[in-house]
């Protein structure tokens, strides 16, 4: 089975997220993050396996991040 990865950087490590089923993991390189994630999903998928067929839909969205709106939401 293929998942998608999404990797940042977070102070020295790097975490590393399955946005289908929800798994994450890190580690000290991107590598490293990857394959700890492949083995916390395969883990995961031991215990809740996947229907075959079933595949969240992936896709992007935009939010403004100008002044007037940072304002509104903190409140001031």
Not at 12 to 31: F, H, L, N, W
Given at each position: ?76
């Amino acid at each position: 089975m293929l998942f998608s990865a999404v990797v940042h950087k977070e102070d020295d490590r790097y975490v590393a997220e399955c946005p289908e089923m929800g798994t994450a993991s890190q580690g000290k390189t991107i590598e490293e993050a990857l394959a700890n994630l492949k083995e916390a999903t395969e883990l995961y998928l031991e215990e809740f396996p996947v229907e075959v067929g079933s595949k969240p839909i992936m896709t992007t969205f935009e939010v403004k991040t100008d002044a007037k709106a940072s304002k509104k939401l903190s409140g001031a």
